[in-house]
């Protein structure tokens, strides 16, 4: 189980207010854990809602974790801040189905939960990954999602696969792949360059190459420790300019077209196609 946050007092010390004014979006997403067992969730909240005066925030959460009374307060946060902090509710299904690939989940806490949030004012949007399960209710969920007062549905299409490889979910026919590597976080030409920032601090252009996955760090520290000593990549030893501008960046840069993640997120596009639908007026 990761016990390991990222820290307030870095963001604090590394993202200085004011120094980022063409910042616009910053994603809070489940990497390695939703971002609400963050026990100090609501402080980096506000620290990147100082950093500047247009800076949105995006939270994904699959809405099973704290309570009604944190959802609320949560919820306060984004009405005190109009279009500044949206909450993106990842729900599979509806009651009867959600919990299949959400496992463990408990369809009333959830339902609870979005509600106290909406209840208090809160931008709340719904996600929903589109499976063979779930998909013949999907009229349903844009009719409840609508209802429940989110603002807008986005139904996720994925090449995922199951753990065992079985069971590929829904793809879009349009899912293809390219013949190049074209790096999303810095050369896409539909939004702004991306930076990551894992919950140690390591930063990298993007959540296929977290420092903290099992599944690649190894390949990855392996590399940046072979590219000399002091390579910088994490926000506890340099700032984000020096990490950019360092031998990491640099060996990524020179290596996409070649590069294990890179190749397979984005080349042959093992990434979800997401279509938001505007809700049905009810
Ligand atoms: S996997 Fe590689 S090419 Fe794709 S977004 Fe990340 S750094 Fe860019």
Same mark, same amino acid.
């Given at each position: 189980?990761?016990?390991?946050?990222?820290?307030?007092?870095?963001?604090?010390?590394?993202?200085?207010?004011?120094?980022?004014?063409?910042?616009?979006?910053?994603?809070?997403?489940?990497?390695?854990?939703?971002?609400?067992?963050?026990?100090?969730?609501?402080?980096?909240?506000?620290?990147?809602?100082?950093?500047?005066?247009?800076?949105?925030?995006?939270?994904?959460?699959?809405?099973?974790?704290?309570?009604?009374?944190?959802?609320?307060?949560?919820?306060?946060?984004?009405?005190?801040?109009?279009?500044?902090?949206?909450?993106?509710?990842?729900?599979?299904?509806?009651?009867?189905?959600?919990?299949?690939?959400?496992?463990?989940?408990?369809?009333?806490?959830?339902?609870?939960?979005?509600?106290?949030?909406?209840?208090?004012?809160?931008?709340?949007?719904?996600?929903?990954?589109?499976?063979?399960?779930?998909?013949?209710?999907?009229?349903?969920?844009?009719?409840?999602?609508?209802?429940?007062?989110?603002?807008?549905?986005?139904?996720?299409? &994925?090449?995922?696969?199951?753990?065992?490889?079985?069971?590929?979910?829904?793809?879009?026919?349009?899912?293809?792949?390219?013949?190049?590597?074209?790096?999303?976080?810095?050369?896409?030409?539909?939004?702004?360059?991306?930076?990551?920032?894992?919950?140690?601090?390591?930063?990298?252009?993007?959540?296929?190459?977290?420092?903290?996955?099992?599944?690649?760090?190894?390949?990855?520290?392996?590399?940046?420790?072979?590219?000399?000593?002091?390579?910088?990549?994490?926000?506890?030893?340099?700032?984000?300019? &020096?990490?950019?501008?360092?031998?990491?960046?640099?060996?990524?840069?020179?290596?996409?077209?070649?590069?294990?993640?890179?190749?397979?997120?984005?080349?042959?596009?093992?990434?979800?196609?997401?279509?938001?639908?505007?809700?049905?007026?009810?």
């Amino acid at each position: 189980m990761n016990t390991a946050w990222l820290d307030p007092e870095l963001l604090v010390r590394r993202i200085v207010p004011g120094d980022w004014p063409s910042l616009e979006r910053v994603l809070l997403s489940g990497n390695v854990d939703d971002p609400c067992m963050h026990p100090r969730l609501f402080e980096i909240i506000g620290h990147w809602l100082s950093v500047n005066t247009k800076l949105k925030i995006h939270m994904h959460t699959n809405g099973s974790l704290r309570t009604t009374k944190w959802f609320g307060e949560l919820g306060r946060i984004s009405a005190d801040h109009p279009d500044r902090l949206r909450v993106i509710f990842a729900i599979d299904g509806l009651e009867d189905t959600n919990h299949i690939y959400r496992r463990g989940s408990n369809w009333q806490k959830i339902q609870d939960n979005w509600r106290a949030y909406i209840a208090a004012g809160g931008y709340a949007l719904w996600q929903c990954v589109v499976f063979d399960q779930n998909r013949h209710q999907i009229e349903k969920i844009k009719q409840l999602q609508a209802a429940e007062g989110f603002r807008d549905i986005r139904l996720r299409y &994925s090449g995922r696969q199951w753990a065992d490889g079985a069971a590929k979910v829904t793809e879009l026919p349009t899912h293809a792949g390219h013949s190049k590597v074209i790096c999303k976080s810095t050369t896409s030409a539909e939004r702004p360059p991306e930076l990551f920032i894992n919950h140690q601090g390591d930063v990298s252009p993007c959540c296929f190459i977290d420092l903290s996955n099992i599944k690649v760090s190894d390949r990855y520290l392996g590399i940046i420790s072979q590219l000399g000593s002091n390579v910088p990549y994490n926000l506890h030893d340099a700032d984000i300019d &020096s990490i950019v501008r360092g031998a990491w960046f640099d060996w990524l840069f020179d290596n996409w077209q070649t590069n294990r993640e890179c190749v397979k997120h984005c080349r042959d596009n093992l990434r979800d196609s997401v279509i938001i639908q505007q809700a049905p007026i009810i």
